[in-house]
Every structure is written in C-alpha cells, then in structure tokens.
C-alpha cells in the first residue's frame, strides 16, 4: 500500500451518537410517539423531515392508527401540506423516501476542519442512521487501493471497517429489515407457532432472537383479551401464550430490560388464570423483581407461584436468596431445606446455606435439630 496517498479524517466532530435521544428530550410526547410509531420508524420520519402533528389510535387494530403529518416544515411550515397515512403506510412511506439514492457524487473533504464537507461526502443520513443501528463512526481513510474512501466504525465493541459505498448499502439493507419485520409483525402480531422456535432459542440462551420472535406481542395482547375473540380463546391457547409471554420476559430481563419484563410477566398471567403457566409466570416474575434489586416485592409472586402449583425445586432457592436479602434468616432456613428436600443439590445451595448458618448462630441449633429429627 502507497501510505502517501491514504489520508485518514477524525470522525468525532462530525459523529451523531446520542441525536435521536437528545431529540426527545425536548419532545413530551416522545415516549408515546416511539410506543405507537415505532422508535426507529419515529426517528426515520426526523431524518427525512416527516413531523408528525396528531395520531390517532386504533386500539384493536394498531396497524391502521392514523398519522397526521406534515414534510418540509420549517420556515414555510404554513405552506406545508397536511397528510394523514395508516401506521403502516406511514411506516413504508418514511422507509422508502430513506432507501431513495442520491447518485450525485460529492468531492472528498481536504482538510479536518472542513466539517460540511465531511458530511456531505459520508451523507448525512448516513451519519444519522448508524447510531440508531448502533454504529459509533470513527475514522474516514481515503486513499484506499481498490476501495477509495473507506469508514472505520465501532459496532457491539468491536472495531469494524467498511468501503463507503458498502457502508451505506449496510445501513439501508438494516432499514428495509426494520420494515419488514413491523410488516411481519403487523401481519401475524400473535402466531402461536412462533413459541416452540422461541424455547428452542431459550434453550440455547439466545434471548436475542427470542425478543425477535415474541417482542411484537406485549402491546396488541393487552389490548386483545378485552375484545370478545379474547374472552373466547381455548385454555390451550390461553396457556401457549401465557408461556411464550413467560419466554418473553426472562429474554427481556436477560438483555437488561427488567422494566419490560415485568409488564410482560403481568400481562402472560391475565392469559395463564391459573395452573402450571400461572406458576411459571409468577415465578419468572418474582425472579425478574429478584434480579432488579427489589427483593421485597419478589417474595409474593415466588409464594403465589407455590400456590399455584409451582415446583419447590424451582420456587424455592430464589424465594430463600429473596428471605436472605431482606435478612429474614428463619425464613430464608425453611425455604433451604424445602429445596434441599426437592431434590436441590447440596451444591446449589451451599453458599445460602452459609450465610444463614452464620447470621442465626447457635440459635439455628433447636432447628436444625427438628430438621434431623
């Protein structure tokens, strides 16, 4: 390679990291926009100048929600023309005004300090759709043999280098996916079938790919069970989603969204009633509360879980490590040996054991003497 050719420009001036978020900050309704629009599919409108002026809600049906909007407002925004799209529509309106090709090429920028000239030959849409995708751009090399202009990014950790032009044919492959998969969701919100492939995907901790499957459901299964088809699902059904709503929410809880999760759990238990998904909800939920630093609150759904019919062997230790934190020690005792009675190994147990055995002293002894006996 002929380094005297290759020249190499900070990206750090010209970087958006953060821009859609910073956005909301000064939106109220910006939470709800991004639960009805779509958080990506609202900060696509930003980026292609759609605003949206008033929505309209279809409860039972959140694909056909109206979007009032208007494009091209700003100093003329009088002028602008009002349009009103369904959800879905709107969506694919937004996304294909993205996907247009701007085929005009732009000189390369000269010196760092040149910002609009670095801008405009990356594109600035470009710049605003790789943190939405989770791309940290860093440096611009031109000069590249065989490539030309090539963009060296930070994506999941990791250092990722791309041609330009493969660069941003990347970005707009990952906004026609975001489309497809509003699209899918909106045509089958609640396919049964995809529970099995989500407890396979469970199996092998791929809680990724199980919000991918399921992370569609939350909002229209509220609605859902309030409508007369609802009031007359099957109990097999009831249960199936019960149990792929169970999936759902350990996924979440596993890639750091407890809050979701809990909302999750609490809307799988309306569909359980009762009964082994009724069990299983309240014991993910009670372990998500455990998980979140709340012990507290994740003792009565672990008892609830008992009460159901939940297992002893699964309820039992994290209602014990529940016990233990709220420094309730007899109580966290009892729950020990009941798992140890389950069919808990030692092993699993141990370090709990422990630490109850050293904070209730000699005064364990008269119990740990009834257990002998």
């Known amino acids: 390679m002929d380094d005297t050719t290759k020249r190499e420009f900070d990206l750090d001036a010209v970087r958006t990291d953060g821009w859609f978020e910073r956005i909301g900050e000064g939106i109220g309704s910006f939470q709800a ?19 949206i002026t008033a929505l309209t809600v279809d409860r039972r049906n959140p694909d056909q929600s109206l979007i009032d909007f208007v494009v091209g407002a700003g100093d003329d925004e009088e002028a602008a023309e009002p349009q009103r799209l369904t959800l879905g529509d709107f969506r694919r309106r937004v996304v294909g005004a993205l996907l247009v090709e701007d085929d005009k090429v732009m000189p390369e920028p000269v010196r760092d300090t040149d910002i609009e000239s670095i801008q405009l030959f990356l594109g600035v849409r470009y710049l605003l759709l790789a943190p939405l995708f989770g791309y940290s751009l860093r440096t611009l090399v031109l000069g590249m043999p065989g490539i030309g202009a090539e963009v060296v990014t930070m994506h999941d950790g990791a250092s990722e280098r791309l041609p330009l032009p493969g660069f941003r044919s990347r970005l707009r492959a990952l906004v026609r996916d975001e489309l497809d998969r509003g699209s899918a969701s909106s045509r089958g919100t609640i396919d049964l079938s995809r529970v099995t492939e989500a407890e396979e995907a469970s199996r092998g901790d791929d809680w990724v790919k199980v919000v991918q499957l399921l992370g569609s459901w939350p909002a229209p299964l509220a609605i859902f069970l309030r409508t007369p088809e609802g009031q007359m699902l099957t109990p097999e059904a009831r249960a199936l989603i019960a149990k792929g709503l169970g999936l759902l929410g350990t996924a979440c809880v596993r890639i750091g969204e407890a809050d979701q999760a809990e909302e999750v759990f609490r809307i799988g238990i309306q569909y359980a009633h009762e009964g082994a998904e009724a069990a299983d909800l309240f014991r993910r939920l009670g372990e998500a509360l455990l998980f979140g630093d709340r012990p507290g609150e994740s003792i009565a759904p672990l008892r609830r879980a008992l009460a159901f019919g939940g297992s002893p062997a699964e309820v039992m230790l994290p209602l014990a490590r529940a016990f233990i934190q709220r420094r309730r020690w007899l109580a966290a005792y009892g729950c020990l040996r009941q798992a140890l009675a389950a069919g808990v190994a030692d092993a699993a147990v141990a370090e709990e054991l422990r630490e109850v055995e050293v904070a209730l002293g000699p005064s364990l002894l008269p119990w740990k003497a009834m257990g002998d006996g």
């Open 33 to 51: 926009l991004c639960d009805i629009v779509g958080e990506r599919f609202f900060a696509f409108s930003i980026i292609v100048g759609a605003r």
